[in-house]
């Protein structure tokens, strides 16, 4: 989605970027040739599987001079009520260690049994999915496998996420006539003061040099437009440079105070109270809506899964330089047709800049503590919707 857009993630402690597991999966392939004695001699392979997510395993018998395609059929027939989208949607992947198939006695394997997956089990999936077009055979000759036996783990299956939940059936904590994201009129004399010094501050080396850097990012060759995080002490002029930016002229910055806690020593804060509490509102809509996923909540596959979404209100109101999130229901094609209809006309680019961005929470933390493991999660559909 992020075509022509920039997200600035500001903090005073250091970020490391959530790396989302958005890829479900079937494992286990246990290939058994049967030599036919009819004139073609089909050659049979029996593929245990296992879907990622789910627990247990299961058999697949299949001609391997099938495409893949065709696997992906009998695994979706074996799977009726776990699968629930076209089989043409799975993604299938080979449980590869090495240059040799992942054995069954494996920790990873254990845990694929259990219906979860290890940093092992990552990085295959980290792979592209075999072409539904291309024989079993020749994915197997390409990957220069050896013979697939017994006690193996064969081929990994992944399916998307399937979330049926329509706007409506967002609950709805405030009323519509507050949903207001431009700045708080009662504290314009404070965004005016950030306003004025930064046409000074926009022509010092320092923020001509990050905006430098950042044009340069955004007209680099980036499938999906890559996050920004700027760090350092507090006090150092981190939510100044928002509005340096803005006047340095070459994008068009929204400014987004994250933390939901005004911040006594940083006026800038109560100036944007409105555009915050929005913001929150959206997002725990959102979590709300997605939270029985457990630890699917906020990956791609689940938001792939999610049609509408506030966030998605919010943006496109930002986007399109409203002052409300107005009451229509937003996706994400929407929010990819106002980037494209902005690039059209020849706007500038556009930076949401993230104030006060949330640490992320401390994984070992979120087993034993729900709060945690609750704020990561959010903290991961926020990161993912941008």
């Known amino acids: 989605m992020r075509s022509n857009i920039l997200m600035v993630c500001i903090s005073t402690l250091s970020l490391e970027s959530l790396r989302p597991l958005w890829r479900g999966l079937v494992t286990l392939a246990d290939f058994r040739v049967h030599n036919s004695k009819e004139k073609d001699e089909i ?32 695994i979706k027939s074996k799977n009726p009520d776990e699968i629930k989208c076209s089989a043409g949607d799975l ?15 494996e920790p990873s394997a254990e845990k694929l049994e ?23 055979q020749r994915c197997l000759n390409e990957n220069q496998m050896p013979a697939p036996q017994e ?8 399916a998307p996420i399937v979330v049926v939940a329509p706007i409506v059936a967002v609950p709805r904590i405030v009323p519509q006539d507050i949903l207001t994201i431009s700045p708080n009129s009662n504290k314009a004399e404070t965004v005016k003061r950030y306003e004025t010094l930064s046409k000074t501050l926009a022509k010092q080396e320092q923020a001509e040099s990050l905006s430098n850097a950042i044009c340069a990012i955004l007209e680099g060759n980036f499938e999906i437009t890559p996050f920004v995080v700027l760090e350092s002490s507090s006090g150092m002029g981190k939510t100044q440079m928002a509005f340096n930016w803005n006047a340095f002229g070459k ?44 630890d699917g909540t906020g990956s791609i596959r689940s938001l792939q899964g999610t049609k509408y979404l506030w966030l998605y209100r919010f943006i496109h109101a930002a986007l399109l330089g409203k002052n409300e999130v107005d009451d229509a229901a937003r996706s994400r094609e929407d929010v990819e047709k106002a980037l494209k209809d ?33 704020q990561k999660r959010r903290l991961r559909l926020m990161l993912n919707v941008f």
């Not at 050659?43 to 058999?59: D, H, N, P, S």
């Not at 993604?91 to 006695?105: C, F, H, I, M, Q």
């Not at 005004?262 to 509490?277: N, V, W």
Request: hydrophobic share 40%.
């Open 43 to 74: 050659q049979m392979v029996e593929l245990i599987c296992a879907l990622i997510g789910e627990k247990g395993v299961f058999y697949v018998d299949i001609d391997e001079k099938k495409p893949v395609g065709a696997l992906k059929d009998a």
């Open 151 to 158: 006690e193996q783990i064969h081929v990994l299956v992944v």
């Open 251 to 294: 994008f068009d910055v929204f400014y987004l105070w994250v933390d939901n806690v005004d911040d006594k020593g940083q006026d800038i804060s109560a100036a944007y109270t409105s555009r915050t509490d929005v913001f929150s509102i959206c997002l725990n809509n959102d979590f709300e809506l997605t939270k029985n996923l457990r």
């Open 114 to 136: 259990h219906g979860k997956e290890d940093d092992d089990i990552k990085s295959m999936l980290d792979c592209k999915p075999l072409k539904a077009t291309r024989s079993i």
């Open 91 to 105: 993604e299938l992947y080979l449980a590869r260690k090495g240059n040799a198939w992942l054995s069954d006695s």
């Open 342 to 374: 902005r690039a059209t006309s020849e706007k500038k680019p556009f930076i949401f800049f993230l104030d006060e961005f949330p640490r992320e929470i401390d994984r070992k933390a979120t087993s034993s503590n729900p709060e945690a493991y609750d």
